[in-house]
């Protein structure tokens, strides 16, 4: 089985960076499409970020030119850096990965999140 363990979250002040991870273990022949999603209180779990495995990206109109998604396919690993965060970015935020466990197997995984709080 795979299992998606994120980390990096935490209280940060308006205008400031994080930095989240997100690494993939277990059973993993290769990892086609991580992402990031995100969920506020009151309100609806919404895509963040996604990076194919040949490094194609996309962005949430919200977070573009402020958040960047990347991965390191060796360490079977996603990033998001955060830059000039607002509150409004407050969220639980969530990876995700399609996980082809064998070649011809391919399931779709979630992190248990780690809350980015933005706030003075």
């Known amino acids: 089985q795979v299992h998606l363990v994120e980390s990096g979250g935490g209280l940060v002040q308006p205008g400031g960076s994080l930095r989240l991870s997100c690494a993939a273990s277990?059973?993993?022949?290769?990892?086609?499409?991580m992402a990031w999603y995100r969920q506020a209180p009151g309100k609806q779990r919404e895509l963040v970020a996604t990076i194919t495995s040949d490094g194609i990206t996309n962005y949430e109109d919200s977070v573009k030119g402020r958040f960047t998604i990347s991965r390191d396919n060796a360490k079977n690993t996603v990033y998001l850096q955060m830059n000039s965060l607002k509150p409004e970015d407050t969220a639980v935020y969530y990876c995700?990965?399609?996980?082809?466990?064998?070649?011809?197997?391919?399931?779709?995984?979630w992190g248990q999140g780690t809350q980015v709080t933005v706030s003075s």
């Open positions: 277990g059973s993993i022949f290769s990892i086609k499409t």
């Open positions: 995700n990965a399609e996980v082809h466990s064998t070649a011809w197997t391919l399931y779709n995984y």
